[in-house]
């Protein structure tokens, strides 16, 4: 089955450092990538759409200049909190979308805890 | 109003107990209907994708839409302990598009 691989799976930074998270498709080639952020007993909520080769598309009240994500290739997606806060404190999870059949589905990582002290 | 509501739950039912979760939505415009399992600090899990009303089963789970209702369910049968988990519906208004979710059902089944 399509698998969707987040490294690091938790990690924990001090207020105003950055923190890299990165996205694989292992076995499969995803032109767009989906980025979220699930707060503790809430659901999932978009942050960005990310395709191959273009400028990620951020949902209302994301800033993209804090969220940099990068979509260098088919397989990796990558997402870049800036100056982290302890607000940002999430479970930051991404997807992947393929073709199976005739309609698209998409694959979620494992997500990445992120803690700012 | 939200786009998807979903009863949050806690759900409790004993072990071989018949599950129904369920998820209405306000924008007709969706197409394509999603149910996920989420164990916790994990990532969410494909269940079920259907897009068309009607019923769709595989094994225990029954995922049934009826886009006049507005309404989608999932049915699982003989809930067994490993079961216990949050389900999320999920919905999209076409392929490759960002998944608008409900706020997951917590669903504990007790042995």
């Known amino acids: 089955g399509a698998v969707v691989s987040q490294h690091p799976s938790w990690v924990i930074c001090k207020s105003g450092t950055s923190v890299k998270i990165e996205c694989r498709s292992l076995?499969?080639?995803?032109?767009?990538m989906f980025w979220y952020r699930q707060f503790p007993k809430q659901s999932l909520m978009l942050m960005a759409t990310?395709?191959?080769?273009?400028?990620?598309?951020?949902e209302q009240g994301v800033e993209k200049d804090k969220f940099l994500i990068n979509h260098a290739s088919l397989t990796l997606s990558t997402l870049t909190v800036t100056s982290a806060h302890p607000e940002d404190s999430s479970f930051y999870i991404c997807?992947?979308?393929?073709?199976?059949?005739?309609?698209?589905?998409?694959?979620f990582g494992p997500g990445t805890r992120l803690t700012v002290t | 109003q939200k786009e998807v509501e979903q009863d949050p739950g806690p759900l409790s039912v004993p072990e071989g107990a018949i599950v129904s979760l369920n998820c209405t939505y306000s924008?007709?415009?969706?197409?394509?209907f999603m149910w996920y399992r989420q164990y916790s600090r994990k990532g969410p899990e494909l269940l079920m994708y259907?897009?068309?009303?009607g019923n769709k089963e595989d094994g225990r789970f029954t995922a049934q839409v009826d886009k006049s209702s507005k309404y989608i369910s999932l049915f699982i049968r003989d809930s067994q302990p490993s079961d216990s988990a949050t389900y999320l519906c999920?919905?999209?208004?076409?392929?490759?598009?960002?998944?608008?979710f409900g706020k997951g059902t917590r669903l504990s089944v007790i042995a």
């Open positions: 997807s992947a979308s393929t073709m199976t059949g005739s309609s698209y589905e998409q694959y």
């Open positions: 924008n007709s415009a969706f197409q394509y």
């Open positions: 259907t897009y068309s009303s």
């Open positions: 990310s395709n191959e080769g273009s400028k990620a598309t951020y």
């Open positions: 999920a919905l999209e208004l076409s392929g490759n598009t960002p998944l608008v």
């Open positions: 076995d499969f080639q995803a032109t767009t």
